[in-house]
């Protein structure tokens, strides 16, 4: 099976233009966890996730502990949130580079391609790497499981 088989078609994705805070309002507004930054062609330069945004809502110090189990409240901290100077910028000062699969891939080669990365959706991309669709580790999962429904007993 393919990869386009089993993926979301409506696909929610900004412009290398829009703010910080606009990427948020959608994450937020869509309840998705990757936003695609596309260019006026539609191809992906660019993903801002959820985590890329909570990070900027985590302490600095939380990077230097090697383990926050005892931390049982942040305090002040817990209410602060980033600067509008922050929220005003630009998704590029903080969109990773976009790891994405053509539209024919499988679903094991994308399935492995997402835990080499870490990744719980990966954008889908046409042959001309226009994109077409996001995959979850989920949508992946259950089409393969779905198949040992068709397996002979």
Known sequence: MK?????KRNVVSIPITATILEAAKIIVKKHIGLLPVVDEN?????????GDLLRLELPDFVNF????????????????????KT??????????????VDE??????????MLQHNLHDIPVVSKEGKLIGIA??????????????????
């Open 3 to 7: 990869v386009n088989s089993c993926m």
């Open 42 to 50: 539609k191809t992906p330069v660019g993903v801002v996730g959820l």
């Open 65 to 84: 502990l090697p383990d926050v189990d005892f931390v049982h409240d942040f305090g002040a901290v817990e209410d602060t949130h980033p600067s509008s």
């Open 87 to 100: 929220l005003n910028q630009t998704v590029k000062t903080l969109m990773e580079p976009p790891i994405t």
């Open 104 to 113: 024919e891939s499988g679903l094991l080669r994308t399935y492995a391609l």
């Open 136 to 153: 979850s580790r989920v949508d992946i999962g259950v089409a393969i499981l779905s198949a040992w429904q068709r397996v002979d007993r």
